[in-house]
């Protein structure tokens, strides 16, 4: 009795030390050799990569009240944004652009039809340039067009390199459309996510030599998030296709379009507001057939309320990644 | 003078504000807004038999308006006929309008009803619409 209690507990004894060997092993060893399981992938164990989309829409908006006043106080539950048709009403973020670094283009035309107030354009551009108020981390850039091509008089550091005397008032056609896709285009290269892109275009609207489509640029500058303030130099007051050129890029863009006759402080001042009062919204990118997404924005509550932006913005895959464009 | 117009002022709110008192009018929300075609607001006695006109190059808002137990699609009778995009919008229906409270302004706005489908089949549709845009999604990112 006694000798089978022994043994039994011998048996009890092994099988406790098998058990605990068992367990090492199995704690011990990569679950890829326990398993007997070829390894796909021998040298990934430290070097993970993870992918996801991102899908995310960022937009800066402006909203006025019935006296056309910038709203101060607007809250994030008093508007909704119709995006290519869907009502979205839930944000991801929604904040004040003045914290939002902006990367400023000046493009000034010096072609024949804009002579006559090339010397007050030109005031106005060193106005805006050194006595406007810029946040540190703002960049500013010039460019100048006319007769064939455009020129890049500064790029990103105007504030300390600008001279008035560089912009020569050339004469002769307006490349306006090779300009601004040009601009775009250095825009869309120093793309960051919190950078908001700007052009401010001092010219009468009048394209007569460019390559490039209005349609091309026009899909260049929504897919790029730029906003356009259009300042109108033509000596004209009927309205011309010039007008109609520069109004069009304003509003698609969501941006503003201005006549020199209003005076050069008052542009400057409501160019220099409206940078400073947009607001930033931020949204799951809808699903959508199409990559083209229209956008509005409506009131939830205060029909009076009005509201700016662009017209709309393409959702276009970039590797793996779906991206939407910047603010 | 002044009674005529308390008359008139009566008679104009009187409609909207007995609706709100006996608590007839249902809750939906707006889920999607398009501008679109404004001839069904045009369509009419005067359109049907009266002389041929230019058809009007005009587009309404188009709202699609989700209630617990029906959807419907309603147009705008002009451009700028919006209504609140809140999370809910109270309305009803009167003959064969619908009536939309505006809150802020204590009045009413009216829509032609385009479509109606019951809610329980729209939302079915919904859900085919969206596995079929996922699919495709999932399609064009393994490409």
New interface residues.
Partial sequence: MTSNFVSAAIRCNRLSRVLVLLFLVATLSPPDRLLALPSNHPDESSDVTYHS?VSEVRLVFFATDERNHNVQQLQK?D??I?DD???I?EFRSFTRSASVKLDVVVMIDSSESVLPHFQQVTTDVSRLIFQSVWNSQDLISVISFSGMEAHLLCSENCRTSFRVDQVVPTGGATPLLDALDLATTQLIHRRQQDVWPVILLFSDGDDTISKTSFRHVREKILESGTQIYAIDVSSSKRLSNGTATLQRLADDSGGRYVGLADGPVKILNDVMDDLHSGLLVTYVLP???SEFHSI?I??????NLQFRCRRGYYSR?FG?ARQEDGP | MKRGLWLAFLLCSVPSLLAAQFGIYQHGS?????MGDCMLAHRGMMVAFGPPSIPVQDSCPEYTLVSPNVVYVIVGKTSNQ?I????VIDFRLQKNELAVR????KRETKFEIKEMFVRSDWDRIQRHI?AQ??A??VH??ER
């Fill in positions: 989309t539950d508007f909704a119709v048709e869907r009502v009403r699903q959508s057939t509005r409506l009131p939830t509550h205060n029909l895959r793996s | 707006v889920v999607r807004m398009h919006l609140p995009l809140a999370e505006l809150d802020d302004a969206d845009m996922k495709a999604e064009d990112a």
